[in-house]
């Protein structure tokens, strides 16, 4: 997918169309070996569904249930280890309250690492966190990473709404 950058803004193609009408312009095209943080973000929730068998819903739901919390704490851990993004971008991103969410969920995904590669019950973590790196560093190694390097409001234009 081509992206197209404004500023620190990004746009696909159906969104580049929609400020093209309201007049919100120029904007340049990024390369096709970029990436963005939607893309990782996407790349991250198939490894985790593939591997800990939970639905794509249990990335947005609030409950406490194992599996759904622990896809949670793999996707904003791993999220901020290969973005840019603050802490608190992070946890915005992912749906958090506040940035404290991402550092917790850091910790719980170390624990249960570390309990991976020394227990056979856990493996199945150890497991996960070694496919997400390799997927992730095959995926990015030849990409550059488009994104804003502060979260960005949607643009307003007279009437017009447009939401990035």
């Known amino acids: 997918m081509q992206y197209l950058v404004r500023i620190n803004q990004i746009v696909t193609q159906e969104q580049y169309e929609a400020l093209q009408k309201v007049g919100l312009l120029p904007f340049k095209s990024v390369a ?11 790349i991250i929730k198939d490894v985790i569904v593939e591997h800990l068998k939970v639905d794509r819903q249990a990335f947005v739901r609030t409950d406490r249930k194992m599996n759904n919390a622990t896809a949670r704490f ?14 608190q971008e992070c946890g915005q991103y992912c749906g958090y309250n506040d ?34 790196d390799d997927t992730l560093k095959e995926q990015l190694s030849q990409k550059q990473i488009i994104g804003p390097k502060r979260m960005v409001p949607p643009l307003k234009h007279k009437e017009y709404e447009v939401i990035i």
Do not use: W
């Open 32 to 42: 096709e070996d970029s990436i963005s943080i939607g893309d990782i973000d996407e």
């Open 74 to 87: 793999f996707r904003s851990t791993y999220l901020y280890k290969y973005t840019s993004m603050t802490l």
């Open 99 to 132: 940035h404290t969410s991402v550092i917790y969920s850091r910790e719980q995904v170390e624990k249960l690492i570390e309990l991976g590669r020394n227990t056979a019950v856990y493996r199945k973590y150890a497991v996960l966190a070694d496919e997400l």
